[in-house]
């Protein structure tokens, strides 16, 4: 039985600040200053020359200064025995452990010393955190954790780009930021609420806000966002993991690989989620048909006028493999219980485009559907689609679209390339009106 310990150090720590649960210690006019318990005269701060980090533990304090790491206090686990450090540019203390940044990585010491005997393999470390009895360290590659994982603080979640990271008792945080500046808080490990936390932009600017559980979804510039308890998955509905997350209008349900959920008719998901549960599926097809489909995610996002053209890319996929029921529904190949009815509006074929806006992106899916099927073709058909290509590009005209249409129906008796004969010849016909 995992039995929660009771609080004995929580460094609360800034490059200024930092409090254990006994004494404080903070920068104050160029100096280190410490208040509280100070039984193990952990208090009582040496001499130091230009301080500029302070850190606490249980019962002794570090600083960081123009001459290395000093330490006082209890002397216990030789946590005042700095080890060598070459020219150190950050401390982290969690409990009885200390670790140090330096030119060479990070060295640690301390009660818990043999958990951090074996570091991982690290590339340009440039922050390190340490809990009870675990470290994280951010370098080039992203977060890597080690040492004690009984609560699971060293099993680092999926993260995008990491601008920091904290570590206390049994558990990891990171701030991480997407593509189009998405800033979350995400913790694991011992944490009852562990999960994800949106610290910038603030929720008012999300749209399609999907309320349920404990947590929500909602979208910021055509990106799909998660928060709350539970939720650690950074993109939760456009991976290839073990599982996706939809919702309908009074929960959340998550879908396994191999086990269903509750959901069987997607009926009444918003279809906002809907294209992502396509997305997801590429990772069964040929890699030719994953690389299109990404493009074509990317191309229509979720909640776009053409996203449920991915659904007509995905159907004519099923068709090729005998992979549609003949229930007249709709089923997901990763879990057979679950399907979309014929007649639901995202399988309804798309509205004609109204402006030049809505005919560029249909007409850049045409142009990447040829070209990422052209290596499966012959000389021959690679040069007559190189041609069609530049006439698509140059300046697309009624006797261009019917020589494309041409094309793909005389290209499509290759039987990897004849499932997307179809969303090609929707693509024309949109663009021909």
Same mark, same amino acid.
């Given at each position: 039985?995992?039995?929660?310990?009771?609080?004995?150090?929580?460094?609360?720590?800034?490059?200024?600040?930092?409090?254990?649960?006994? /004494?404080? *210690?903070?920068?104050? $006019?160029?100096? =280190?200053? %410490?208040? #509280? !318990? &100070?039984?193990?005269? @952990?208090?009582?701060? +040496?001499?130091?020359?230009?301080?500029?980090?302070?850190?606490?533990?249980?019962?002794?304090?570090?600083?960081?200064?123009?001459?290395?790491?000093?330490?006082?206090?209890?002397?216990?686990?030789?946590?005042?025995?700095?080890?060598?450090?070459?020219?150190?540019?950050?401390?982290?203390?969690?409990?009885?452990?200390?670790?140090?940044?330096?030119?060479?990585?990070?060295?640690?010491?301390?009660?818990?010393?043999?958990?951090?005997?074996?570091?991982?393999?690290?590339?340009?470390?440039?922050?390190?955190?340490?809990?009870?009895? /675990?470290? *994280?360290?951010?370098? $080039?590659?992203? =977060?890597? %954790?080690? #040492? !004690? &994982?009984?609560?699971? @603080?060293?099993?680092? +979640?999926?993260?995008?780009?990491?601008?920091?990271?904290?570590?206390?008792?049994?558990?990891?945080?990171?701030?991480?930021?997407?593509?189009?500046?998405?800033?979350?808080?995400?913790?694991?490990?011992?944490?009852?609420?562990?999960?994800?936390?949106?610290?910038?932009?603030?929720?008012?600017?999300?749209?399609?806000?999907?309320?349920?559980?404990?947590?929500?979804?909602?979208?910021?510039?055509?990106?799909?966002?998660?928060?709350?308890?539970?939720?650690?998955?950074?993109?939760?509905?456009?991976?290839?993991?073990?599982?996706?997350?939809?919702?309908?209008?009074?929960?959340?349900?998550?879908?396994?690989?191999?086990? &269903?959920?509750?959901?069987?008719?997607?009926?009444?998901?918003?279809?906002?989620?809907?294209?992502?549960?396509?997305?997801?599926?590429?990772?069964?097809?040929?890699?030719?048909?994953?690389?299109?489909?990404?493009?074509?995610?990317?191309?229509?996002?979720?909640?776009?006028?053409?996203?449920?053209?991915?659904?007509?890319?995905?159907?004519?996929?099923?068709?090729?493999?005998?992979?549609?029921?003949?229930?007249?529904?709709?089923?997901?190949?990763?879990?057979?219980?679950?399907?979309?009815?014929?007649?639901?509006?995202?399988?309804?074929?798309?509205?004609?485009?109204?402006?030049?806006?809505?005919?560029?992106?249909?007409?850049?899916?045409?142009?990447?559907?040829?070209?990422?099927?052209?290596?499966?073709?012959?000389?021959?058909?690679?040069?007559?689609?190189?041609?069609?290509?530049?006439?698509?590009?140059?300046?697309?005209?009624?006797?261009?679209?019917?020589?494309?249409?041409?094309?793909?129906?005389?290209?499509?008796?290759?039987?990897?390339?004849?499932?997307?004969?179809?969303?090609?010849?929707?693509?024309?016909?949109?663009?021909?009106?």
């Amino acid at each position: 039985m995992k039995i929660i310990y009771a609080l004995v150090s929580v460094c609360a720590c800034m490059i200024s600040f930092c409090a254990s649960a006994r /004494h404080w *210690c903070e920068i104050k $006019d160029g100096s =280190v200053v %410490c208040n #509280g !318990d &100070n039984e193990h005269r @952990q208090c009582a701060v +040496p001499s130091l020359k230009n301080p500029r980090q302070v850190a606490t533990g249980i019962y002794f304090s570090c600083a960081l200064d123009d001459s290395g790491v000093t330490c006082w206090g209890d002397k216990s686990y030789g946590l005042t025995d700095v080890p060598r450090l070459k020219n150190p540019r950050q401390i982290a203390v969690g409990g009885n452990n200390i670790c140090a940044l330096d030119d060479d990585g990070v060295k640690c010491w301390g009660a818990y010393s043999y958990s951090f005997e074996k570091l991982p393999l690290l590339k340009n470390p440039r922050q390190v955190a340490v809990g009870y009895s /675990h470290a *994280c360290v951010l370098d $080039d590659d992203g =977060v890597k %954790c080690w #040492g !004690d &994982n009984y609560f699971h @603080q060293t099993e680092i +979640p999926p993260l995008r780009k990491v601008l920091r990271i904290s570590a206390y008792e049994f558990i990891s945080c990171a701030i991480d930021e997407s593509l189009v500046g998405v800033k979350r808080y995400v913790c694991w490990g011992a944490v009852p609420d562990a999960g994800t936390k949106i610290l910038s932009p603030s929720l008012d600017q999300f749209t399609n806000i999907t309320n349920g559980g404990k947590y929500q979804c909602g979208f910021f510039k055509n990106s799909l966002e998660c928060w709350g308890e539970g939720v650690i998955d950074p993109a939760i509905n456009n991976s290839y993991g073990e599982y996706i997350v939809v919702a309908d209008k009074r929960k959340f349900y998550r879908i396994e690989n191999e086990t &269903n959920s509750e959901l069987e008719d997607l009926s009444f998901v918003p279809s906002m989620l809907l294209s992502y549960i396509f997305k997801n599926e590429l990772r069964f097809f040929y890699s030719f048909d994953k690389t299109f489909g990404e493009k074509l995610f990317k191309i229509f996002p979720p909640g776009s006028k053409y996203s449920k053209l991915m659904a007509l890319f995905h159907l004519e996929l099923k068709k090729e493999i005998g992979l549609i029921d003949t229930e007249e529904k709709y089923r997901f190949l990763w879990n057979k219980e679950i399907y979309l009815p014929y007649g639901h509006e995202f399988l309804i074929e798309p509205s004609a485009p109204s402006n030049d806006e809505e005919r560029k992106p249909l007409l850049n899916v045409l142009v990447e559907s040829i070209k990422t099927t052209m290596p499966l073709m012959s000389d021959e058909y690679k040069q007559r689609a190189s041609g069609i290509i530049l006439k698509l590009v140059s300046g697309m005209s009624a006797a261009t679209l019917d020589e494309a249409a041409e094309f793909v129906s005389d290209a499509g008796l290759s039987p990897y390339i004849r499932p997307r004969v179809k969303l090609q010849m929707e693509l024309i016909r949109l663009l021909g009106l």
